[in-house]
């Protein structure tokens, strides 16, 4: 698997992850140390591509590092051979440890929703990998729906706790009842919603109502990839400011 962006790298670290449980749970000491430590020099280099969550990232790199060295020391003490340890040495040493344990994966909390018709995917995904380069973390779906949770129920969740929702705006988001509902939750949240327009046409009725704003960004002639900064720029400029203590949806009777 080819690694290019902090999507790529969170996804990979998330596999990580259920491949490490599984390996301690089995009393596989050296795949599991191999994990640990490549899960710690994955999130360095996140740590180094995303300086808004460099802090987090190192973190969490520690925290691997950490697992790897009491992996060490408990084969160690059975007389097996540990392997070689392969994690970047700007990582913190922290000696102390007992028996592994199970560590969570961490996923930053998200700020954007990406609001999208399948037919645009290839857009919505490059966008997200775009602002998570930023440090802009985002929700969007199928890669955020976890396995087994209810679909629908994961969205309104997902809105729920965004401060913004971008639209990726065509013809075919215009007429898909999938977007038309992910949009009246986040009028009923009272979120930012910036229409990401990819096609030179106008909303109907009822996709105008919804996104009546004057932040609209035509990312036309094509490839809209080339508007990113310019939308990335004003999601930036409305996180920076302070979310009401006293947030309260519009309609709360449409909960």
Known sequence: MKIDT??????????????????????????????????????????????????FYRDQAKEWKKKAEEI????????????TNMIDDEVATAPGFT????????KPHHQ?????????????????????????????APRDVLPGSNFPGSIIDAIDDSRVVVLIFSKSSDNSPHVIRELTRAVTRNLLI????????????????????????DAFPLPAQQYFGTLTETIKTHLANPEPADYKPDNPGAE
């Not at 191999?34 to 808004?52: D, G, H």
């Not at 490059?126 to 973390?137: K, M, P, Q, V």
């Open 112 to 140: 954007v929703f990406i609001s999208y018709s399948k037919p645009d995917q290839l857009i919505a995904r490059d966008l997200c990998s775009y602002l998570e380069a930023e440090g802009i973390f985002c929700w969007i």
């Open 194 to 217: 910036l229409p990401f327009r990819i096609e030179d046409i106008l909303p109907t009725k009822n996709m105008d109502y919804l996104i009546n704003t004057p932040q609209w960004f």
């Open 99 to 106: 028996t592994p344990v199970r560590i969570p994966f961490i």
């Open 6 to 55: 902090p999507a790529d790298f969170l996804q990979k670290i998330s596999r990580n992850t259920k491949a490490f449980e599984s390996a301690v749970t089995s009393g596989d000491l050296k795949t599991a140390q191999s994990l640990a430590e490549e899960s710690a020099t994955l999130f360095l280099k996140l740590a180094r591509r995303v300086p808004l969550r460099e802090q």
């Open 72 to 83: 060490v020391g408990t084969t160690k003490a059975k007389g097996q051979n540990p392997g």
